[in-house]
């Protein structure tokens, strides 16, 4: 049963390290999504909170525009608001407990990224990477040729 709980190789530790980090990703994905409409949300609510409660009001609701009013609409969405700062508050704490058995799992089979063995050798890459930046076209790139030569 041990053979289960732990990977065969370096491989397989490998395989699993990056499935965590997938997984990392799209938890911070799926946040900022939330986050974005959770943003709308409230731009909506702040729209129609002063407006007269009677007044005619259009919501999307499973792909279809619906007429009703203020008064019934501003409820439902200060609801759904709620309920998405719920899952953004949900989701941070399966960020928290996923990193932290991410670290845990990086300290047990000892994985270092490259960038944090040797950071002179990151500022190296960076250096190359500004150099190699930018694209000249036309008449400018044949004189930063013929300079060059």
């Known amino acids: 049963m041990a053979s289960v709980r732990e990977p ?22 799926n946040i900022t999504d939330l986050e974005m409409q959770v943003s709308e949300h409230s731009l909506v609510i702040n729209a129609i909170q002063p ?14 525009l619906v007429e009703r009013t203020v008064r019934e609409v501003l409820p ?14 949900k989701l941070y704490e399966t960020l928290e407990k996923k990193k932290k058995d991410m670290t845990e799992f990086e300290a047990k089979y000892q994985i270092r990224l490259r960038k944090q063995d040797d950071p002179n050798k990151e500022e190296g890459d960076k250096k190359k990477e500004g150099n190699a930046q ?8 044949a004189a930063a040729a013929s300079s060059s030569q």
Request: charge should be neutral; hydrophobic fraction near 40%.
């Open 134 to 141: 930018g694209v000249l076209v036309g008449a400018a790139a």
């Open 51 to 64: 407006l007269d409660q009677s007044r005619k009001c259009f919501r999307m609701i499973g792909g279809v």
């Open 76 to 89: 439902a969405v200060q609801r759904n608001k709620e309920g998405l700062e719920e899952v953004v508050r």
């Open 8 to 29: 065969p190789n370096e491989q397989a530790v490998l395989n699993i390290y990056e499935a965590m980090r997938s997984e990392l990703s799209q938890i911070y994905s």
